[in-house]
């Protein structure tokens, strides 16, 4: 069975930094493709940074630059590094395998950045 929990998030004014954490069980996230995704109030959840099971990485032109996305392979943790946060990264954030359709979510990390 799947399980996805996410951590790490929190209140920050802007130009401040958080690390969030996924950690995986039931699935081995590095023969997956592994993303964090964002959702804001109002918004469709969006996908923000990919990791393939080769490392590549990808982002949304929204974070580039200040966003970066790893793994730990020995605990099958993924992390989103987040720097020079802006109040419009204001969302939850989830982690999940990036497919076309995925039954299952966690609950998420909260991500507050203040002006």
């Known amino acids: 069975q799947v399980q996805l929990v996410e951590s790490g998030g929190g209140l920050v004014q802007a130009g401040g930094w958080l690390r969030l954490s996924c950690a995986a069980s039931?699935?081995?996230?590095?023969?997956?493709?592994m993303g964090w995704f964002r959702q804001a109030p109002g918004n469709q959840r969006e996908l923000v940074a990919a990791?393939?099971?080769?490392?590549?990485?990808n982002y949304a032109d929204s974070v580039k630059g200040r966003f970066t996305i790893f793994r730990d392979n020995a605990k099958n943790t993924v992390y989103l590094q987040m720097n020079s946060l802006k109040p419009e990264d204001t969302a939850v954030y989830y982690c999940?395998?990036?497919?076309?359709?995925?039954?299952?979510w966690g609950q998420g990390t909260q991500v507050t950045v203040s002006s």
């Open positions: 039931g699935i081995i996230a590095r023969i997956n493709t």
């Open positions: 999940n395998r990036v497919v076309v359709h995925n039954d299952y």
């Open positions: 990791i393939t099971s080769g490392g590549r990485t």
